[in-house]
């Protein structure tokens, strides 16, 4: 199980590299320095006489995600946040969990692609194209299927099967960033004001406060 994870993992960052959409380095590496004062789009380079093989290392993929949440799922994210020589590579994995019947809800990545593979069990996936179609594209994947979302659309997995499934995740950004849909809309802080989402989504107000009290 560990082999074929890691190994369908690397596979999976080895394409997504075609893909990548942040900046190119201008050198061999540049290991983020999190404790830079330094503002700059992405993060300051930690002194390339300091960096050690461990600024290239993660560990902790071969192990199961906790998928006792409300949505019966689990990202194990390996971005520039947890791996630091990622910093301007302009990839980064995850490993997500799922519970039967568990959901990666619908959300999309800001700054990322991404191409899915199912290490184990079923998994039904899919994604939205933009208005004014708003066409579901979607598709029941096995294990060793892949699957791939274009960047910045909503897209979303579940697990059909009653077993739990795992997947892996490559994105072409050293920091996709995550929009889960209901949580931005229901649970923003400040709330967007009750009417917007009344008129908005065509639901009673009493429906969008219990919405927000929920996120």
């Known amino acids: ?7 369908l993992g690397t596979l999976a960052l080895f394409f997504s590299v075609s893909l990548a959409s942040d900046d190119s380095p201008l050198q061999d590496f540049c290991v983020a320095d999190p404790n830079s004062p330094a503002l700059v789009n992405g993060l300051a380079c930690k002194d390339a ?3 050690q093989a461990i600024d290239f290392s993660f560990s902790g993929l071969h192990l199961a ?4 949440n409300v949505v019966g799922s689990r990202v194990t994210p390996v ?3 947890q791996l630091a020589g990622l910093n301007t590579v302009g990839i980064s994995m995850a490993r997500i969990d799922y519970a ?23 998994l039904e996936v899919g994604f939205v194209t933009s208005n004014p179609e708003n066409r579901l594209i979607t598709k029941v994947l096995q294990k060793g299927d892949v699957f791939v979302f274009p960047i910045n659309l909503i ?3 579940r697990n059909i099967g009653y077993s739990n499934a795992v997947a892996i995740a490559a994105l072409s950004s050293q920091n996709p960033g995550i929009i889960t849909i209901a949580n931005a809309v229901f649970g923003s802080k400040p709330d967007i004001a009750t009417d917007i989402l009344v008129k908005a989504f065509q639901v009673d107000k009493t429906i969008v406060s219990r919405l927000q009290s929920t996120f």
């Open 100 to 122: 039967p019947w568990g959901i990666n809800p619908p959300h999309t990545h800001p700054r990322a692609s991404e191409i899915l593979t199912v290490i184990e069990g079923q």
């Open 79 to 81: 971005t520039v946040a």
């Open 49 to 51: 006489k300091i960096v």
């Open 155 to 157: 897209h979303f997995q």
């Open 1 to 7: 199980m560990t082999n074929h994870i890691l190994l």
């Open 65 to 68: 995600g906790n998928t006792s």
